[in-house]
C-alpha cells in the first residue's frame, strides 16, 4: 500500500476520511456523515442511530451488518410492553418452536455504562448471559434486542431505583431518564446492566407490531420473522429527509 512517499500520504488521508465518516458533497464541501442501520422485516422497517459513546459495540454491530450476517435471522424472542430480540445465528435454519437464544459468535464485548444511555423506547442494546456465569455483564457478540417498554410515574421510578440500589450501589436515575420514562416509556430496571448502543429513530410502529405476534410459551413468534440489514450513511440532510418521509 505504501509504495512511494506520495502514494502513502494520499492512503493516509483517504483512510482518515472514510473512518471518520467524512462524505464529499462537492469539491468545496466534506459534510460529517452519520451511521444508520436499516433494518427491514415483513412488518416493516426500522431505522437505527448507532451511538459514538459504545464505539466497541458499535463496530462491531456495523461489522456484521456488512458482511451479512444478520440477514434472515429471526426476531426470536418477542414480548410485548418489554423487548424484541434477535441475532441467534441459530435461527436462521432451525425448526418451528425450537428454542433459540444461546448462538452468537466465539466472543463477547467488554459492558459499557452510562447514564446517557439507557433503556427508554426505542433503545438498542445487547443481550448477554446471565449474572451467574457472566459477572463482569459483557455483552454478546452478535444478540441484541430493541426496547418496547411502558409508561411509569415517578413514584414507580423512585420504589425501582431504591430496589436498584440494592444490587448497584450508588444508582440513581438522572432527571432525564426520569421524564422519558414517564413520558415516552421503557424498560428503566434494565438500565447499568444490559448495555445500550443505539436508539431507533425511524419505525418504532415497526417494533410495535413485531411485540404484537403471537408467540409460544418461550416467547417464540409462531411465524419465522426475518431481519435483513444495511448500513447506510446518510449526512445530515440526507438523515433530515428520511425522517420527515
Not at 445500550?196 to 405476534?213: F, W
Not at 419465522?224 to 440532510?237: G, H, I, Y
Request: one cysteine or more; aromatic letters at 8%.
Amino acid at each position: 500500500m505504501r509504495l512511494i512517499r506520495n502514494i502513502a500520504l494520499f492512503s493516509i488521508v483517504t483512510t482518515l476520511f472514510a473512518c471518520s465518516g467524512l462524505r464529499n458533497t462537492d469539491k468545496n464541501t466534506v459534510e460529517l456523515a452519520e451511521t444508520i442501520v436499516k433494518v427491514t422485516t415483513s412488518e416493516g422497517e426500522i431505522y437505527i442511530q448507532l451511538s459514538d459513546k459504545a464505539p466497541k459495540h458499535k463496530a462491531n454491530f456495523i461489522k456484521l451488518a456488512k458482511e451479512g450476517f444478520y440477514d434472515s435471522l429471526l426476531f426470536h424472542r418477542v414480548m410485548k410492553g418489554f423487548m424484541i430480540q434477535g441475532g441467534d445465528p441459530w435461527s436462521k435454519n432451525s425448526k418451528a418452536g425450537t428454542p433459540l437464544g444461546n448462538g452468537g459468535p466465539d466472543y463477547t464485548i467488554p459492558a459499557l455504562f452510562d447514564t446517557t444511555l439507557y433503556h427508554r423506547k426505542g433503545a438498542l442494546a445487547a443481550a448477554r448471559q446471565p449474572d451467574g456465569i457472566n459477572p463482569e455483564k459483557e455483552s454478546s457478540g452478535s444478540q441484541f434486542y430493541i426496547v418496547q417498554g411502558k409508561v411509569y410515574t415517578e413514584s414507580e421510578i423512585m420504589l425501582m431505583e431504591k430496589g436498584m440500589k440494592r444490587r448497584i450501589p450508588g444508582f440513581k436515575f438522572t432527571q432525564t431518564q426520569i421524564t422519558d420514562y414517564t413520558t415516552v416509556g421503557g424498560t428503566p430496571f434494565l438500565d447499568q446492566l444490559y448495555t445500550v448502543y443505539g436508539q431507533v429513530i425511524k419505525g418504532m410502529e415497526t417494533v410495535d407490531k413485531i411485540a404484537n405476534i403471537p408467540v409460544n410459551k418461550r416467547s417464540r413468534p409462531k411465524v419465522n420473522l426475518r431481519m435483513k440489514m444495511e448500513v447506510l450513511q446518510l449526512t445530515a440532510k440526507e438523515k433530515a429527509k428520511l425522517l420527515d418521509e
